[in-house]
């Protein structure tokens, strides 16, 4: 029962708030129950570190022939513990920085919005069977889509919400084919003994959420989330699914694709590769967020695919903390500048760093040319970040006297998660690593920093000159690649289908429903008993 201690926080926390909205509304009482819910919730977390592993039924059949009607658990061990303490982490960011944007979007029921899709997003990660897992994902995507709902302000936001919640209903979909194909062959599982023939089938439902595998970036052009409850709601769904990549067994491709498996490294280095490039390019962090997302997530899933899901972990942690430690940074105050740098702890892959478990996802069958793209890719996107450092920032006398304080310190309670994951976040997290492919990545970094400044490129940003030849070719290229990579043309293919299939339908309906249509039911039924018949 002590996995609901955190769950059970969030939520009370959430319903104080509402409770009081209704009978007597303070902002300052909304923010400090929901800083208390949020700090216990972390410390919670923080004790489970102490009891791993942890498991707990929620239901089961009965009698026991039933079992193959699957089952309701939640696990706690060192595959999801990481993703736990990082969105709890997030949570608690958010609520504390949120003191610093009082004045721009925060409101009390961002922080309900907050605490609600944290404690499912948790219970997404703590699910034990593929039954919990699919109940989870169903009740974080119906929250989001609600939530991106109310936000939505144009027919476009209308129709990227929409082709982004049937990305996730596909997902759904495939989590319930691959729950059925390991029933098949070896009945009831939980989510630490994914059967081998299913792992491929999960690997497409986590991948298709992360919009890593299959290629399809789904967000490139999101809805107006900024951040606060925007970084949650786009941020839980991702935890959810990094937590099932780690579980997959090392064999995670069936025999007969083993020869595409090239195919399938190719994909995700190109993904990597394209959303890296986009996100040394845009104008701030929020604008490159999607392009974040996508880059981490393919090195994620790409570990699997080479055989080492324990790998996923590293970037993973990569993608959620350090990046949140740039999109919670609002406003910017040149003081605190120098906290940023902490952020490169968890992304730099050096020797004894978070992410230097992570390179042995790109050797684990020897260095093929994937390694060096996805090593380029690490390299941009330690570039991008550095850039957004560099930008300049405002004074500390913008901010309340006591949001001087807590401000800074939901940054510091980042950084200390990126040490903590670091040190004791899962086994073999302190590690040299493949130390080579982080040094190759140092060096490509130091290079580039080099030809930009002989280039005379502009800082903060790295934008090329627009009357040059490089950004005329780029604003050819990334608009073309854009559209192949985000699948809008298949969507709007399958859309086109769709509507073909509903108007041969309509007419078959219009005639069965005419004066005639006694006669054409009577026709059909004859021929489908001569085709019996026949077939008998």
Avoid at 40 to 69: D, G, V, Y
Avoid at 244 to 260: E, F, G
Avoid at 473 to 478: D, R, S, T, V
Avoid at 487 to 512: C, D
Wanted: hydrophobic residues 55%.
């Amino acid at each position: 029962m002590i996995i609901f201690i955190p769950i059970g926080l969030l939520l009370l926390g959430a319903l104080s708030i509402l409770i009081l909205a209704r009978i007597r509304p303070r902002f300052g009482t909304s923010w400090l129950i929901a800083a208390i819910s949020s700090v216990f919730a972390w410390i919670a977390i923080f004790f489970f570190r102490l009891r791993l592993p942890t498991s707990f039924e929620i239901f089961s059949w009965q009698p026991s022939n039933l079992n193959l009607l699957g089952q309701f658990s939640l696990i706690m061990d060192y595959d999801n513990w990481p993703y736990l303490l990082s969105l709890i982490t997030i949570c608690l960011a958010v609520i504390l920085s949120d003191a610093a944007r009082t004045r721009y979007e925060t409101t009390s029921q961002s922080w309900v919005a907050s605490l609600v899709i944290t404690a499912f997003g948790l219970l997404a990660i703590l699910s034990g069977t593929s039954l919990s897992l699919m109940m989870t994902w169903i009740i974080v995507d119906i929250y989001e889509l609600l939530y991106l709902l109310r936000l939505q302000d144009d027919s476009q936001s209308l129709q990227c919400i929409i082709q982004s919640y049937a990305v996730r209903v596909a997902s759904i979909l495939l989590l319930v084919l691959a729950t059925l194909q390991g029933w098949r062959d070896g009945g009831t599982f939980d989510l630490t003994q994914i059967p081998q023939r299913a792992s491929f089938i999960f690997l497409l439902a986590a991948g298709l959420r992360l919009g890593a595998f299959p290629l399809n970036l789904p967000f490139l052009q999101e809805p107006a989330l900024r951040r606060g409850a925007g970084n949650i709601i786009r941020l839980a769904p991702i935890a959810a699914s990094l937590s099932l990549l780690s579980r997959l067994p090392a064999d995670v491709l069936p025999a007969q694709l083993i020869p595409w498996k090239p195919f399938f490294m190719g994909l995700l280095a190109a993904a990597a590769l394209y959303a890296a490039v986009r996100w040394l390019l845009s104008s701030d962090e929020i604008e490159g967020r999607p392009f974040w997302i996508i880059t981490w997530a393919s090195m994620a899933t790409a570990s699997v695919l080479n055989g080492a899901p324990g790998a996923s972990l590293a970037w993973g942690a990569a993608l959620l903390l350090p990046g949140s430690l740039l999109f919670l940074y609002f406003p910017r105050i040149q003081r605190m500048n120098f906290l940023l740098y902490f952020g490169l702890i968890g992304i730099i892959g050096l020797p004894f760093t978070p992410a230097a478990s992570g390179w042995v996802g790109f050797v684990a069958n020897g260095v093929t040319i994937w390694t060096i793209l996805f090593i380029l890719a690490h390299a941009i996107m330690v570039l991008g970040y550095l850039d957004r450092i560099m930008q300049s920032g405002g004074e500390a006398g913008a901010l309340e006297s006591w949001a001087r304080l807590v401000f800074p310190l939901g940054l510091i309670i980042i950084i200390q998660a990126v040490i903590s994951l670091g040190l004791v976040g899962w086994p073999g997290s302190l590690t040299l690593g493949v130390w080579w492919l982080g040094a190759a990545s140092g060096v490509i970094v130091m290079g580039a920093v080099f030809l930009i400044r002989r280039l005379g490129l502009t800082s903060p940003y790295f934008q090329f000159p627009s009357s040059g030849k490089i950004s005329a070719a780029l604003n050819k290229i990334l608009p073309i690649l854009e559209k192949v990579f985000r699948l809008g043309w298949l969507y709007r293919f399958l859309w086109l289908v769709f509507q073909f299939l509903t108007r041969i339908l309509k007419g078959f309906s219009s005639i069965l429903e005419s004066e005639g249509g006694i006669l054409w039911t009577i026709l059909l039924l004859v021929l489908l008993i001569s085709a019996i018949l026949g077939g008998g």
